[in-house]
């Protein structure tokens, strides 16, 4: 089945590491993002690449470095200077970044940072 | 700038009773609206978007949106709940860009929908 994969679902981590999480897309879509979730604040974009090699920074990118080397692939990494790293992180994928095309969300990965 | 105010953050509901959560909107431009829902521990799942055309749209699980510009809202509504529709709902709303934009969404805080027995 065609999808978004997201991994680790779970994930800890200590202060001062960097982390990256994977996100792998098999639906052929040009346009993936990332998307940071916090208890009643919504989603907020992270990062978003609309074709391979090329990427944009969204409202929160400070903290968070992504790359696009593959179609179907765009991780995530947060780093240290993440100054709050908790949090429930999405990916998302669609035909093309265009306007109205529908958004795609993978299933999350939580991030603990103790 | 656009934003989106969902206008209740928690709705209490009984099983087979009708629900409408309220999104209102702020643009200076047209827009284009989407609903999403999200299950607990999961990604979100898109329930239905208005682009253009008719301003009642239906989505998935029976539920439907009406865009009313004049009010700017996009209200959700669904006649009769079940109890697996508990679950956190966003209202999102993006700007088109014409010429190589691309797609932000823009979302609601959530409106958390709790199907009770």
């Known amino acids: 089945d065609g999808g978004i994969t997201q991994s680790p679902k779970y994930l800890f981590r200590k202060e001062g590491q960097n982390v990256t999480l994977s996100c792998e897309q098999n639906?052929?879509?040009?346009?993936m993002y990332w998307y940071r979730q916090d208890p009643g604040q919504g989603l907020r974009l992270i990062y978003y690449?609309?074709?391979?090699?090329?990427?944009q920074k969204g409202d929160i990118a400070e903290g968070y470095s992504v790359s696009r080397e593959k179609k179907e692939s765009f991780p995530l990494t947060v780093t240290s200077a993440q100054k709050n790293p908790t949090a429930f992180y999405l990916c998302?994928?669609?035909?093309?970044?265009?306007?109205?095309?529908?958004?795609?969300f993978g299933e999350g990965s939580w991030l603990t940072v103790v | 700038a656009q934003s989106v105010t969902q206008l209740d953050s928690q709705v209490p509901v009984f099983e087979e009773a009708p629900v409408e959560l309220r999104c209102n909107y702020s643009?200076?431009?047209?827009?284009?609206l989407f609903w999403y829902v999200q299950y607990p521990n999961q990604g979100l799942q898109l329930l239905l978007k208005?682009?253009?055309?008719s301003t009642l749209v239906k989505g998935i699980n029976g539920f439907e949106a009406e865009f009313n510009k004049s009010q700017t809202s996009f209200h959700l509504r669904k006649p009769s709940v079940h109890i697996s529709d508990t679950a956190e709902y966003f209202c999102?709303?993006?700007?088109?860009?014409w010429g190589g934009g691309y797609n932000k969404l823009i979302f609601g805080a959530g409106t958390r929908l709790a199907v009770h027995p």
């Open positions: 999102a709303v993006t700007v088109p860009f």
């Open positions: 690449s609309q074709i391979v090699n090329d990427f």
């Open positions: 208005y682009l253009s055309g």
């Open positions: 998302a994928s669609s035909i093309r970044a265009d306007d109205g095309n529908t958004i795609y």
């Open positions: 643009s200076s431009v047209s827009v284009y």
């Open positions: 639906l052929n879509h040009d346009a």
